[in-house]
């Protein structure tokens, strides 16, 4: 079992990721917004965090590069989960620090082997 921060503005898509990843025995803490992510990160470091892109305030974009310029965060895996599908986007989201990027709409079942997959390596 991992501990894992989703953060997404849309509450079903929120909700959605929270319930699959639940369902194979993580503990799962759930935010609106970038900075709320930052926060929960800090306050008490997952073992992975889903991030999507779009959100108000603090982007998903500006949350990883906090992230990634916190020494105590630096090494977390990010995975971006977001509708921004051009091939600049992707560039962008592993330029900024992911360790995975998936597409909105998206497989639940899809981002459950991706999530386990970063997990392995950490072990």
Known sequence: MAR?????DDVDIRELVE?????LGHEITAV???QAAIDACRSSRPDLAV???????????DAIRSI???????DLPVILLTARAQES???????SGAD????KPFSPRELASRVEALLSRIV
């Open 32 to 34: 609106a917004d970038g």
């Open 89 to 95: 986007d992707v560039e962008n989201g592993f330029d």
């Open 51 to 61: 991030l999507d892109v779009m959100m108000p305030g603090v982007s998903g974009l």
């Open 100 to 103: 995975d990027y998936i597409t």
């Open 68 to 74: 990634r310029a916190d020494p105590a965060l630096a």
């Open 19 to 23: 319930f699959k990843l639940s369902t």
């Open 4 to 8: 894992i921060l989703v953060a997404d």
